[in-house]
Structures are given as C-alpha cells and as structure tokens.
C-alpha cells in the first residue's frame, strides 16, 4: 500500500456514545458520561455614548397632569387643607401643607440628635467607655425633621424633649 492509497481511506464514523470525562476507573466501574452541551448564543453588547461634555440634566420638579376646568356648582364645596400642629406631627412620612410651594406634599423625615442622645452618650462614656455610641443608633430617641420634596425646606418638627 502506498502513500496514497492511506490518504483516500475514509474516515471511521463517529461512535454514538461520547467519549468518557477524564481518565479511566478502576477495573469493573463504568466510565462517566455527560450529554452534550448545546452551543452558546452570542450575547450583545451594548455600546456607551462617546465621552464628552454634556449639559446636566435639568432640575425640574415633577409636574401634575393637566387636568381639564370645571366650574365649580353650588353644592361642591371647596377642598380644606388643615395645618397640623408641631405637637402632633407623627414620626413617619405622611402628607402636609408645605408654606413655602404652597402643596400639599408627603414629607420626606431627616432624624437628628438632641440633647438626650448627648446625654446618654456622655453618661456611657463615663460607664463603659466602649458603648458610648448606642444612643446615635436608636431613632426612637432622636428628634424627626418633615421636609418638603419639592423646595427641600422645614415644614414640622417632632421632638422628644
């Protein structure tokens, strides 16, 4: 047989049971097999604008759908917007006149110390030096700020002393 008699010899067929994962077991176990992975879809990418200087996006607060006028009838009667007190503000977000945008918003809250947190802060240090920070993480003990979303100024204050 030549040369080229070998070359023109076709090729064996390919078995039906894929070929065994790493090498063989020991005498009389049976070698491991794993189907077939199927192929993977490319994934796109997604391409970033260019760099460059562009403008900041404008400070514009949002704005409430136009809704059409209708005169108002006799019997209607006008909506009534009541200012709530400092003493009674509640200590979570909830819906006030703001002064200033002349809403009614629902408030955002902002805890801050008072003098019970230094004071339970300084009396800690003088106990046990090492828990002095505690009372900066109860919010139960720390005055509550409402402020407007809008103009981001004071509507209420709900202290604890």
């Not at 703001?98 to 300084?122: G, M, Q, R, S």
Request: overall charge positive; hydrophobic content about 35%; charged content about 10%.
């Amino acid at each position: 047989m030549s040369t080229s008699e070998k070359t023109q010899q076709p090729a064996p067929a390919p078995s039906p049971i894929p070929a065994p994962y790493g090498p063989a077991g020991q005498p009389g176990q049976l070698p491991v097999y794993y189907p077939p992975v199927p192929p993977v879809q490319p994934v796109q990418s997604y391409s970033y604008p260019p760099p460059g200087n562009y403008p900041p996006p404008p400070l514009v607060a949002p704005t409430q759908p136009v809704q059409p006028q209708v005169q108002p009838q006799a019997s209607q009667q006008p909506q009534q917007v009541v200012m709530i007190s400092n003493a009674s503000v509640p200590r979570f977000p909830t819906k006030l006149y703001c002064p200033h945008c002349k809403k009614e918003v629902t408030t955002v809250i902002n805890y801050e110390n008072n003098a019970i947190i230094w004071f339970l802060c300084i009396l800690l240090f003088l106990f046990t030096f090492c828990l002095l920070f505690i009372p900066f993480l109860i919010k139960d003990l720390k005055d509550v700020v409402h402020y407007c979303p809008y103009c981001r100024r004071e509507i209420a204050r709900n202290e604890r002393m």
